[in-house]
């Protein structure tokens, strides 16, 4: 059955740099867009960014960029998102998603696939 599951979450002091993996199973990743989104304590979900499946990335949160970059390797199914000079308002559960689509999305509502999250904290 179709997996996703991130890794590389953690504690981390501010400025400190962190890369997630998102590694799937079960389907074939060339041809879905990955999203990666993250819920704070109290927060909805938002999006942060997604890659196509040709590797065009769209960010979506202002706060991140220049700091987050989003990448793929289809040959390992694996996606990433390297996370630099993180802050303690990046504090929050991080995921990533999957949708068999051509176009990217950063709506919860458009994947249909997620992974359980892995928790990144920030914090002296």
């Known amino acids: 059955q179709v997996q996703l599951v991130e890794s590389g979450g953690g504690s981390v002091q501010p400025g400190g740099s962190l890369r997630l993996s998102c590694v799937t199973s079960g389907f074939t990743m060339d041809y879905y867009i990955i999203g990666w989104f993250r819920q704070a304590p109290g927060k909805e979900r938002e999006g942060i960014s997604c890659i196509t499946i040709r590797g065009d990335t769209t960010d979506y949160l202002d706060s991140v960029e220049g700091r987050f970059t989003t990448s793929r390797d289809n040959a390992k199914n694996t996606a990433y998102l390297q996370m630099n000079d993180l802050k303690p308002e990046d504090t929050a559960v991080y995921y990533c998603?999957?949708?068999?689509?051509?176009?990217?999305?950063?709506?919860?509502?458009?994947?249909?696939?997620w992974g359980q999250g892995t928790q990144v904290t920030v914090s002296s």
């Open positions: 998603a999957a949708d068999r689509a051509y176009y990217c999305s950063g709506s919860v509502s458009d994947y249909n696939y």
